[in-house]
């Protein structure tokens, strides 16, 4: 078994931190970001990795950086054979990588090298992919550039979002770094370098992505609904009562049909610009998502109407 550090902050972290436990591994501390303000009321609220890491009597330490070196030191002094890092959110200085005897491993929501970067899972989803995983890679000073060591594969279909692909990543993620943890224990863990020509960047998800343009085919309407749900959310606009309104389009599949695009059609569907989509789920500006039965039925909404 080993001595780590685990390094994570939110609930995409917890399933690998409950299963590095379970296996018998030794957790020196946990490092995750601060208590930050959250809700109405802008209280402090402290990460998931904080919540389940207290529950289990795990040191937490939330440094606001690590290149300070006090922190250096503190990180080195704790004397971790290895740190686990997922989703921490925070950069690693050289000294911090290079401090636990066998290094740090990161878990990263991609299939390295495609999608390197801060949101591997959304780009997945909207770019279409017909699959994407999680892998085991060790850390090096450049954006998600270390040797991978393994990896496990999920298929993409029409009908999951970004956070059902999180949801599934999560768990095959922590099975995985458990995996992993127990190879280099046994001093067997094997790492590859990555392809650096096959290299692609998962950028942040900016607020200006998110409308939809109903002009586009089908599959990348729906694609690009699903990489969004349902945060921040794709949305279009509709008119009711003579005011327009945004909605939050959450969940869709495939449908038969078409029309000008952004036309509401029978059963629940959406011209596009190539076939349509059917609207499963839906938000109002201000209201809990729903199905598109309640939000037609309370907008007053018909086929024919226009979306867009």
């Known amino acids: ?108 929501a991609s299939l390295l090298p495609r999608w390197r970067g801060a949101a591997p899972i959304n780009r997945a989803v909207m770019e279409g992919d017909a699959e994407t995983g999680v892998m085991v890679m060790k850390m090096a000073r450049g954006l998600d550039t270390g040797p991978v060591a393994m990896a496990e594969r999920l298929t993409i279909t029409d009908t999951m979002t970004a956070q059902d692909v999180h949801d599934r990543l999560a768990r095959l993620g922590a099975d995985l770094m458990g995996r992993a943890m127990a190879a280099l224990s046994r001093g067997s863990l094997q790492l590859t370098e990555q392809d650096e020509d096959s290299a692609t960047y998962a950028a942040k998800i900016e607020k200006a992505e998110a409308k939809i343009d109903w002009s586009r085919p089908a599959f990348n309407v729906l694609r690009h609904i699903h990489g969004l749900s349902p945060f921040p959310g794709a949305w279009t606009e509709f008119e009711a009562k003579g005011k327009r309104e945004r909605l939050k389009v959450l969940r869709v599949e495939p449908a038969n049909g078409s029309g000008t695009p952004g036309t509401l059609l029978d059963d629940h569907g959406v011209a596009c610009g190539d076939g349509a989509i059917k609207l499963i789920e839906v938000q109002r500006a201000g209201k809990k998502p729903m199905d598109v039965a309640t939000f037609l039925n309370g907008a007053g909404l018909k086929p024919g109407d226009q979306l867009g």
Do not use: W
């Open 1 to 108: 078994m080993l001595k780590l550090l685990f390094m994570g902050t939110p609930d995409f972290a917890v399933p690998t931190l409950l299963e590095l436990v379970g296996q018998g591994h030794e957790i020196i501390a946990c490092y995750t970001r601060a208590p930050a303000p959250a809700g109405r009321g802008m209280e402090l609220r402290r990460s998931p990795v904080h919540e389940q890491a207290e529950a289990l009597g795990i040191p937490v330490l939330h440094p606001q950086s690590l290149k300070s070196d006090e922190e250096k030191d503190r990180f080195a002094d704790l004397g971790a054979d290895a740190a686990v890092v997922v989703a921490y959110g925070m950069i690693l200085p050289k000294a911090v990588l290079e401090a636990p005897e066998h290094g740090c491993y990161n878990l990263h």
